[in-house]
């Protein structure tokens, strides 16, 4: 891990005029300690590449027998002239036919074998995103007047959370459920819970059907995943019945699993379709939020109140033939990366129950560290599978160097540019994608990335944008955020998508689509009543 003292930064904040005290009537400053995401740039582990290429040459026998088959048969051949060539083969199949028939009966099954063993085309045919009627909208002054009238929380709670809002980047249109924030009982009851996820859930999986005409019952395969509400039956369950699916679907309901179960669900759901061919799979990520309320007052409890807000997303995958010309992406690549064997990162999202016996999610102050820990060690397992030759082998190379000869300069190299010097080459990540969707967790995490990503400020603009306009609807914001860029109609066929999110367990997960054609505007899509407003200034 990184030094304390280099993951903490200074801000000095204005906290207005002082109302009470031998200080009123006089403006009031605080410094306020903040936890960084480690620096990227300082330390890479070997192994974590390693991997990497492990993945790339997962099916690399093809790749390097290919390339030896045409170079023994053009040393046969390329002496030989055009009618030199078509007489010995004539002459070889008048007088030994076996030995033809033999080498293209050699020549099928090798090709048999490849198609039969390689994975299957995963498709995104379509997506959808769940918008919330206007009367779950809610301002962030609307929000503490409903915490306030609810009687739940002392004045001192109800400063943290409106300081915590004033800098989250969540803007003034979030949806909450209004009648969980004013309610002065216990409003985390099960049936609230599935009066929500039923609304969002369906809400999303109808616009879906509707874009896709797929029919319900055409659904071989069914992922759902919500961290918090985990009723029985399932969701999963719950979604079956109400469409009616038919009784061989394959369903699984992933729980406990934070903000990137997302891209755990569409993994689990394309092992599934490599498994099953000629199928259709639903991938739905939600959140509930009116179970996750919190009513206490431990800050650090207290923090999710204040980003998480209602939101779905419902994503149709296929590997069938037919909807090749129809679909919008391809799958290119997973990567998992998962941090629970370290006990400080297994705890640093936590639900428990506070001194009051409220239950709640527990945020540490660790979680900056621990993420940044994460986020380095998928990006780095990503890189080889992704970057550019050029980037790999100048980070490889910069890399082994180090690991090898620590601090000497390399033959040829100024010291200021040598790979032993303090900061090894990092890949620019830019030229591995044309579009990122970074998890819209809240606008310090955003801040820190794009830092150490080194990404500009339009690479980071869809997930800033879904967090004003949406807030942090957990794992289904990077699907918001890819909304985002096909309502601005910025996908181009070719063009590379890289969704990344991250969440409790540890875990940072990755994936990469390649858009299949230029995407059009939708004509169903949570960003069009509003798109031409964005992007917004933040800095006002």
Known sequence: MANEQDLLSTEIVNRGIESSGPNAGSLTFSVRVRRRLPDFLQSVNLKYVKLGYHYLINHGIYLATIPVLVLVFSAEVGSLSREELWRKLWEDARYD????????????????????????????????????????????????????????????????????????????????????????????????????????????????????????????????????????????????????????????????????????????????????????????????????????????????????????????????????????????????????????????????????????????????????DALKTNITTLGPLVLPLSEQLLFFGTLVWRHLFGGKTGPGLHPSSSPSSKKPYIPDYKLAFEHFCVHAASNTVLNELQRNLELSDKNIEPSRMTLHRFGNTSSSSIWYELAYLEAKERVRRGDRVWQLAFGSGFKCNSVVWRAMRRVRKPTRNPWLDCIDRYPVNLSL
């Open 97 to 372: 036919l076996a030995t033809v028939l033999g080498f293209f009966g050699v020549f099928v099954f090798t090709l048999s074998v490849y198609f039969m063993s390689r994975p299957r085309s995963i498709y995104l045919v379509d997506f959808a995103c769940y918008q919330p009627h206007d009367d779950l909208k809610v301002t962030k002054e609307e929000f503490i007047d409903l915490a306030r009238k609810s009687g739940k929380f002392d004045e001192a709670s109800l400063q943290f959370q409106k300081r915590i809002l004033q800098s989250s980047g969540i803007g003034d249109e979030t949806y909450v459920p209004k009648s969980v924030i004013m309610s002065t009982e216990n409003c985390a009851t099960m049936k609230e819970g599935r009066a929500e996820a039923s609304t969002v859930i369906f809400g999303a999986l109808d616009e879906l059907f509707e874009k896709t005409k797929v029919r319900p019952k055409d659904i071989g395969v069914l992922v759902v995943n919500c961290s918090i509400f985990n009723p029985t039956p399932s969701l999963s369950a719950m979604i079956i019945n109400h469409y009616k699916m038919r009784g061989n679907i394959l369903s699984y309901n992933l729980g406990g699993m934070g903000c990137s179960a997302g891209i755990i669900a569409v993994d689990l759901a394309r092992d599934m379709l490599q498994s099953n061919p000629n199928n259709c799979a639903v991938v739905v990520s939600t959140e509930s939020v009116g179970y996750n309320w919190y009513p206490g007052r431990d800050r650090s409890m207290l923090i999710p109140n204040c980003f998480f807000r209602m939101g779905c997303s419902a994503v149709l995958l296929s590997n069938r033939g037919r909807d090749y010309r129809r679909a919008k992406y391809r799958l290119e690549h997973i990567v998992r990366t998962h941090k629970g064997a370290d006990n400080r990162s297994f705890g640093c999202v936590y639900q428990e129950e506070d001194e009051q016996k409220f239950k709640g999610l527990k945020v540490s102050k660790d979680l900056m560290e621990i993420g940044g």
